[in-house]
């Protein structure tokens, strides 16, 4: 299958014709499983691209009488090659030649120098071959005379079977070692490194609002950057899938286009689900701005899930990507194996740019919920936390952001409303002890109005009362100032009255002493002057 | 002369290399040995004729193919071990 590619890739990719040369298949089989790949091969054999070539060996038809060669084979190789001048040759899978020609040492010797001669020829040769119980392959031979071995293999671990891809050796390239997983799809087959060998992504500073205006606030007044994964974690119905949907629904409000992982609703129940809050997803997904690619968990291996959801990303080319959940995707698998795949899914969207928000179930309600199962909370660039707070015979929805690198975020705890209109979120009451939130916050909330009421009222009775009092005192003043200036008249009165009694006294004074002939620079008369 | 055809063999050969002139050496001795007069060979050079390779399926060379009677039989190598190829032509030795 994958010389197939090979072989019809470069026909058609790199205009290098191809000879596909089987032992196994005949070219009518063949053919109709290129078909299911997607690819025609009879168009291509009859652009005189391709030349499918079926040889046919019968051991009980053959007789061994002697020496001889392989070189048939190279003719008739040889002469496919020259007919269409082709660059590609596939043998498929040479491992038949040994079933079907009893003398082994000659076939290696052949088989060496047919090596030999595809490479004076320059012609890039893809031979398969079965693997072998110890070696591997089963003749043990590609091993060494072949400049790049690839193994496949099939592997089945927790009822669920991977296909993986190893590159052995390739002389005179740096090529990596590990183990890829890959899928035979429709369009092919497709390869996705287990870890992208550098750490280099762009960053970008734009930001991207996530459609709740509440929760932007939270995370810096301006939401997510664009290119940076969300992981939205919480216990069963905190409303992760919601925030996911909203999400998803502000970007294409924004004409961007959304890609939608499902891995528990199917796209025609979470489009009826999210219209219950206000959240209308079906014209988006009519317009061709959301795809939503709803699939069994179980389908696949991890890998597999995501080799596909790649695909689907090179195809979509979304700038958004919701996976809803993640969690479910690491069903049967232990977290040493899901963390590294799941980077590679991140690392894989970061480089393209895009904004990626997974949700993720954490078991329970009560225990410690900064715990991810999944182990990846520290790829994450924001990571919201919903949970729910069973307090009062009721239970309600908070959210808070964990942690948002590069913005400063609100460290405050916000109760999540899901309404018909979508999705808000209110602030909780925040008493000096502890955090109320639904009916609780509500009836806190009423407690305080009426306490602030009394308040209200007992300061304008003080009021009242202080103006009564500086009314009062006001009064006195009055009557002080009064009393005050009725004395003064008094005073001034009785100093009138009294001057008064002096000059008379006085003139009698005089009288008298000039009745008695008294002279005028006595004491008196200063006294009177005075 | 139904005998003449009774066997039809054809002998596919790539030039003149050692193994091909050994094999039709061979060919036309054990013939004569003991078809004499019942068979009819064509040899075929795969160098001047490679289109005809993918006909018989021939991969090894030399490659006698025995094209009557049926079913169709083919003895590959340069047909030194008579024994053998009588039994790939399936003719009982005289």
Request: aromatic share 6%; hydrophobic share 40%; proline share 3%.
């Amino acid at each position: 299958m994958l010389a197939l590619e090979f072989l019809v890739r470069g026909v058609t990719q790199y205009g290098e014709p191809g000879v596909f040369m089987m032992f196994e298949e005949n070219a009518a089989e063949l053919t109709a499983n290129a078909r299911s790949l997607g690819f025609d091969l009879d168009r291509l054999a009859a652009r005189k691209k391709l030349i499918l070539d079926h040889v046919y060996i019968e051991r009980s038809e053959i007789e061994e009488t002697g020496a001889y060669d392989l070189e048939g084979l190279f003719i008739r190789l040889g002469h496919a090659v020259d007919a269409i001048g082709a660059k590609r040759v596939v043998l498929d899978t040479v491992e038949a030649l040994f079933s079907g020609l009893p003398n082994h040492a000659i076939l290696r010797a052949e088989l060496r120098r047919l090596f030999r001669w595809l490479k004076d020829r320059g012609l890039t040769a893809v031979i398969t071959g079965e693997r072998g119980e110890h070696s591997l392959t089963r003749y043990g031979l590609e091993e060494y005379v072949a400049d790049c071995v690839i193994v496949l293999d099939q592997r089945i671990q927790e009822q669920i079977s991977t296909r993986r891809l190893r590159v052995l050796k390739y002389r005179g390239s740096a090529h990596g070692t590990n183990e890829y997983p890959f899928l035979i799809g429709e369009r092919g087959i497709s390869v996705l490194p287990i870890t992208s060998l550098r750490l280099d992504h762009p960053a970008s500073a734009k930001r991207i609002p996530t459609g709740i205006a509440r929760l932007d606030e939270m995370l810096g007044g301006k939401g997510v950057f664009r290119g940076s994964s969300v992981l939205v974690s919480g216990a069963p119905g905190t409303g992760k899938s919601s925030v996911g949907a909203k999400f998803a629904d502000t970007a294409c409000r924004r004409g961007e286009r959304v890609l939608l992982f499902s891995y528990e609703e199917s796209s025609a129940q979470i489009v009826r689900n999210m219209g219950s809050i206000g959240i209308d997803l079906e014209p988006w997904v009519k317009k061709g701005l959301l795809r939503i690619h709803a699939s069994r968990p179980t389908l696949y291996g991890l890998e597999q899930h995501l080799v596909m959801m790649h695909d689907a990303v090179s195809d979509f080319r979304p700038s958004v990507v919701v996976v809803d959940p993640i969690s479910n995707l690491s069903l049967h698998r232990n977290a040493s194996e899901v963390r590294p795949t799941l980077m590679r899914l991140i690392d894989f969207l970061k480089q393209q740019q895009i904004t990626t928000l997974f949700t993720s179930l954490t078991p329970g309600s009560g225990e410690t919920l900064e715990d991810s199962q999944l182990g990846v909370s520290s790829l994450m660039d924001t990571w919201l936390l919903l949970r729910n707070v069973e307090f009062n015979g009721e239970r309600n929805r908070t959210i808070y952001v964990l942690k948002s690198r590069g913005m400063a975020h609100s460290n405050q705890v916000r109760e999540f409303v899901l309404g018909d209109k979508g999705i808000d979120l209110v602030d909780v009451y925040l008493g000096a002890e502890r955090v109320l939130t639904g009916t609780a916050r509500v009836a806190q909330e009423a407690l305080e109005h009426a306490a602030a009421v009394l308040r209200e009222e007992d300061h304008q009775r003080k009021l009242g009362r202080l103006a009564n009092r500086q009314k009062e005192i006001g009064d006195q003043i009055a009557a002080l100032r009064a009393e005050a200036e009725f004395e003064a008249a008094e005073l001034a009165f009785t100093i009138a009255r009294e001057n008064g009694q002096q000059c008379t006294r006085q003139q009698s004074t005089h009288v008298m002493a000039q009745l008695r002939g008294a002279d005028d620079a006595g004491p008196s008369g200063k006294q009177g002057k005075r | 002369m139904s005998a003449a055809l009774a066997f039809e063999l054809r002998l596919y050969v790539a030039g003149q290399t050692v193994k091909s002139l050994a094999a039709c050496a061979n060919l036309k001795r054990i013939c004569e040995k003991h078809l004499a007069g019942q068979y009819r060979i064509e040899i075929i050079d795969l160098t001047k004729n490679p289109k005809l390779a993918a006909g018989d399926q021939i991969l090894a060379l030399p490659t006698l193919v025995r094209r009557l009677p049926k079913p169709v039989k083919k003895i590959i190598g340069d047909l030194s071990n008579e024994e053998r190829v009588l039994v790939g032509l399936d003719v009982r030795p005289i």
